[in-house]
């Protein structure tokens, strides 16, 4: 995005280390602030949580503070992880840019389609970067499914939890399967905005949906997901006019009958070992105008988030 690429080379040319910061002291909160901490580069300035007490034991385990106020936070950095509840991402990432700060939304980017949009006019407005974190992009590229000579004609994809108190704000499509979507997105090169290319169906409760969506590209996709399973599932299964791909998240492995030079040994490069590094990152370099965007921008956040929309619509959940 051109936008992002400018706004970038602004950062690049007036700091010698980026100040980051995060809003939420949850689970993926703490892997961001870990992940700040960590790099070269970048300095974890601290969180923000109106839960002050997970605030400060966040901070304090990776050299941080805990700021009183979003304010604060965003006054003492140049980006920042929203990693707070999904029903915030969108006002909170738009207090962000509004505050000069890059930012990086946890998927998903929104929770309804008019925020989202919103937010990505804005960073484009803005200039500054807006990155979302689908990192399932990041071992599909360590594979190399997505640099493929062929399109998928079918996609199976299975995700499944245990049941979990954490994402109660959302239902299972925009917490487990907006991974999938987004994957099927990308793999179709068919984006959702043009709503005449695409039919979906979708039935299911809160907690457990199965959807069916045919794209322009004439992939035919297949989704179920649950967070009230009795044991973890992570699979996809791609069929391509020349053979299959097979794929096991959890193992990670993949099985693979195409003639598709595919990396056996993705699990072990640095970006399947740590696909969450390697998205911030990226998120990181295209802040500095090192590279041209991010894993995923805000563009492909809000598709994939149509996409989740039109199945909860299907499925009775809107």
Avoid at 76 to 90: N, W, Y
Avoid at 133 to 152: I, K
Avoid at 173 to 192: K, P, Y
């Amino acid at each position: 995005m051109s936008s992002d690429a400018a706004g970038g080379s602004e950062v690049k040319g007036e700091m010698d280390q980026l100040k980051a910061g995060v809003v939420g002291a949850g689970v993926f909160g703490g892997f961001h602030a870990r992940k700040y901490a960590e790099l070269e580069g970048v300095a974890f300035v601290g969180v923000f949580d109106p839960h002050q007490d997970r605030a400060q034991t966040l901070a304090e385990t990776w050299g941080g503070q805990a700021f009183p106020t979003l304010e604060a936070l965003l006054d003492a950095c140049h980006v920042v992880t929203i990693a707070s509840p999904a029903e915030t991402h969108a006002v909170t990432a738009s207090r962000a840019l509004d505050r000069g700060r890059h930012v990086y939304v946890e998927k998903p980017l929104a929770v309804n389609e008019r925020s989202g949009q919103a937010l990505v006019e804005k960073a484009e407005d803005v200039r500054l970067v807006l990155a979302c974190g689908h990192q399932e992009r990041v071992m599909f590229e360590a594979m190399g499914l997505l640099n493929t000579p062929e399109t998928p004609i079918r996609l199976e994809s299975v995700r499944r939890g245990l049941p979990s108190p954490r994402s109660r704000d959302v239902s299972c499509v925009l917490d487990l399967m907006i991974h999938d979507l987004d994957l099927a997105v990308r793999l179709a090169e068919s984006g959702v905005m043009e709503y005449g290319a695409l039919e979906v169906r979708a039935e299911g409760v809160f907690d457990e949906v199965r959807a069916e969506a045919t794209f322009r590209s004439g992939l035919k996709a297949v989704f179920s997901a649950s967070r009230i399973a009795d044991k973890r599932e992570r699979t996809m299964r791609l069929v391509y006019p020349s053979g299959e791909v097979e794929i096991d998240f959890l193992a990670p492995s993949f099985r693979n009958t195409t003639s598709f030079a595919l990396n056996p040994d993705f699990a072990s490069t640095p970006a399947g070992r740590d696909p969450l590094g390697t998205s911030v990152s990226a998120f990181l370099a295209t802040v500095r105008g090192e590279r041209p965007r991010p894993v995923v921008d805000g563009i492909e956040g809000l598709e994939a988030l149509r996409l989740a929309l039109m199945v909860e619509e299907a499925a009775g959940l809107r």
